[in-house]
């Protein structure tokens, strides 16, 4: 990063720290999304070259790795092996607590702005940088409702909270671990860094999918979807389904029973689930994070015994140089 641009970011974030200001965090973001669109060039092999170790997709479940032994070459051997890492209380429950609330307030301001103002003078809790473009994300949002009961909201629409978790990732020492597990820096989007706040839905069949499908092959990627709730498995709340699966292979999509033309169909599915480590559907409680890269298949796990919001979020990194363009690169 150009030593001037770090410097200004710092003293920004500095001034933000000593006395919070919406025109400050709205200034950081947009620095920020400004320099994500520089691409360096294509960096040499990472480093950190996939060791496949199949063990724990034999044993049937996602590997674990301790909040300690987090690092480049565990993370790999995870992906690469089974498609997936857990480290459990990446954060600690009072953490999430907080950032659950945060985004409630996220969505009050986009749902309920009389009552709940988008910014005040020292948050900018739902507030569009002029560096974005594209409209508002507002999916699952239904019109016919004034508060959708399912959210799921950009956090850079929310400069107020996209601060907080820069602060929470560079605290927790991502910057340098995807950096050694890219080989190069890693950067956010705009558009798949997303606040979620999932409603249960007893007759919801989620969409089976890969993110490659939509943000292509050519990408080195890493997903931390951070459980912000109690879920999946047996908890109230809704979970994910994962294939364990390490290959790195997009399959078809709207064929083999599929609804829709941009999931991977239920037979097809289970073709994959049985010729790999099959379908798991971990229980996640509040801080726990789950890695995982483009090409792992997963949906929303709904399920007859749910009654429970589950909050999340998701964080797509990307590989600088191989960050789409359409996905609005934010630096990290
Ligand atoms: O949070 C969810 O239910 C879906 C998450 C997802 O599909 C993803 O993180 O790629
Ligand atoms: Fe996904």
Request: hydrophobic share 45%; with cysteine.
């Amino acid at each position: 990063m150009a030593e001037p641009l770090t410097e200004a970011l710092t003293a920004l974030e500095q001034a933000n720290r000593r006395q919070a200001s919406a025109e400050l965090q709205q200034q950081i973001l947009d620095l920020r999304i400004r320099a994500g669109r520089d691409r360096p060039a294509q960096p040499p092999a990472p480093p950190t070259a996939p060791g496949v170790n199949r063990t724990a997709q034999d044993r049937g479940a996602i590997p674990e790795i301790p909040r300690r032994e987090l690092g480049a070459q565990r993370l790999c051997d995870a992906i690469h092996g089974s498609g997936a890492a857990i480290v459990r209380g990446l954060i600690d429950s009072e953490q999430a607590g907080q950032l659950r609330t945060l985004i409630d307030r996220v969505v009050a301001a986009r749902e309920h702005p009389e009552s709940a103002p988008p910014r005040e003078e020292d948050a900018a809790w739902y507030l569009r940088s002029k560096e974005v473009s594209g409209a508002p994300a507002r999916f699952f949002a239904n019109p016919d409702e004034p508060v959708s009961a399912s959210s799921s909201i950009w956090a850079a629409d929310s400069p107020r909270v996209a601060c907080e978790l820069l602060e929470l990732y560079a605290a927790l020492g991502l910057p340098a671990l995807l950096a050694e597990y890219f080989g190069e820096p890693a950067r956010l989007s705009v558009k798949k860094w997303v606040l979620r706040k999932v409603a249960p839905d007893n007759a919801a069949q989620a969409g089976w999918h890969q993110d490659g499908r939509f943000l292509g092959e050519t990408i080195q990627t890493v997903n931390m979807w951070l459980a912000l709730s109690d879920c999946g498995g047996a908890a109230p709340a809704p979970g994910l389904d994962l294939v364990l699966d390490g290959r790195r292979e997009i399959y078809p999509t709207g064929t083999a029973g599929a609804i829709f033309d941009w999931t991977v169909g239920p037979e097809l599915v289970a073709k994959v689930a049985a010729d790999c480590g099959g379908v798991v559907q971990p229980r996640f409680a509040a801080g726990d994070a789950l890695f995982f890269d483009h090409y792992n298949l997963h949906r929303t796990a709904f399920a007859p015994h749910h009654t429970a919001v589950r909050y999340a979020i998701e964080s797509w990194f990307f590989a600088a140089s191989t960050a789409p363009l359409k996905q609005q690169p934010i630096l990290l």
